[in-house]
């Protein structure tokens, strides 16, 4: 490697950091996406209970879960040799009033992952077209505000797309070579990304291309590909036993996932789900050159170059195909096919700069680096856009709000994880599906288990006042309210029917005292609504 290109890697890895970086702490000490505490509450049971047993598989998330678990025995350990913490219980009430403690050092492993993504791009894309392509597509995935965003949150996606990565890395040493070694190596990876998330199995489509493009002049491909199916499952199980030896769970937390609706994330079939990831998040972090030459380059890599057609294009296709045809459609799904995106986008732009040197008979060495510089201006400010709405969020806002203007002896409901809001004075309210709604300091000076809070949502796909046992909704009776996902279901208020007579219930002859909406470029988040409740009479 050049020390050109060493000096470009260099710049593109830390514009990747930088931007993962930037407003990584946001929301905290509240908790914004509702996810993470699913993750991280899962990995403090695992370690109270001594056991290597998640005890839920919906992902099934077991690598990033075990990660999780290793961050916290080391947050602990370093906060009791510094004297800051005396004992794992004082860590956990300590958590418990602000998750920061953990939940950052956690958000910086999945930066690292985000980061890793973009070095593993830039590898794959060298092997595939050389330095150019390589270079060109890690900087198009370090500025994708997609990617970028939840390589900021505790989530699955982006670690399981390291592992993808790595068996795409496999793959191309299998279409180059076929030595037993790659196809062992490309299972063991495929096992890690799925023990990571089960949608990546979809990346054995590349190793099966491969092998199978190979067994046309090699017959023993065949019996590597088999060896390959054996390394992935051997692997998928040696990482997550519990896969098998809880399989119970695993057929009941799989059964919770496959949900037909879910507030805000219904799809409309095939095509519609196809389009809404094509307008929304790809247009979005891509912007409209950008995914006019992704597009190109999808059409026009495979056929100029036989690595890239067996070893992205089957894996991108598979999970544009399968995620499109859910029926519940998310942004986050697209996050494993943002690297190959970048890979087309990259073999697209290079593909230009050829047929103008050509036209002008000229090297125009400078073109592809200002076509990149030129793709990559927008990106980044949207990037950064997207960071600055983060960092100043609906909810809160109306924590601020809350602070400043509810008195201090009333009650509040909240349906989100407000944990800058336990500090203060006020009585707090939370809805928990059959237990209807707690008070937020008992529940935590308890320090709820994850387990504890599965019962009591009885399946439900969210936590909130929608989902709260009918026969209990009047102990979610207080001054007032602070509601994050009525609007949501007010979209469909013929499939959210029973949702929505919930909160009317609870919302007649109520005061709404403040809306706050998402503003492009200014704040993100839910649509928040504070209302005064009637006294009981």
Known sequence: MSYAERGALLLILLLAAALRLNGVAFGLPSLNDPDEPLFMMTALEMLRNHSLNPGWFGHPATITLYCLALIDVAVAAVGMASGRFADMQALTSAVYADPGILFLPARLFIVACGVLCVFLTWRIGRQLGGTRLGLVAAALLAANAVHLQYSQIIRTDIQATVFMLLCVQSVIAIAREGKRSDYLLAGLFLGLSMATKWPAALVALAPIAAGLNRARSDPGAIRRLLLFGIAGAATLFLASPFLLLDYPTVIRDLGGEARPIHPGATGGGFLANLAWYVRHPLLMSLGP?????????LVWAPLRNRLFAVAVLPP????????????????????????????????????????ARTRVQRPLPWLESALTLVLLAPMVATALAATAERNNDTRQTAAAWARAHIPTDRSILIEHAGFDLVQGPWRLLFPIGTAGCVDVRKVLSGHIRYSRVETLRAGSPVVDLGHVAPARIESCRADYAIFTHYDVYALDPRTFANELALYRALLAGSQEQLVLRPVPGVRSGPVVRIVRLPRRT
Request: net charge neutral; aromatic share 12%; hydrophobic share 70%.
């Open 289 to 297: 050159v950008g995914l006019a030459l992704v597009l190109f380059g």
């Open 316 to 355: 991108l296709l598979g999970f544009l195909i399968v995620i499109s045809l859910q029926a519940l459609r998310w942004e986050r799904w697209i996050v494993p096919i943002l690297p190959f995106l970048a890979l087309a986008g990259a073999a697209a732009i290079g593909q230009v700069v050829d047929f």
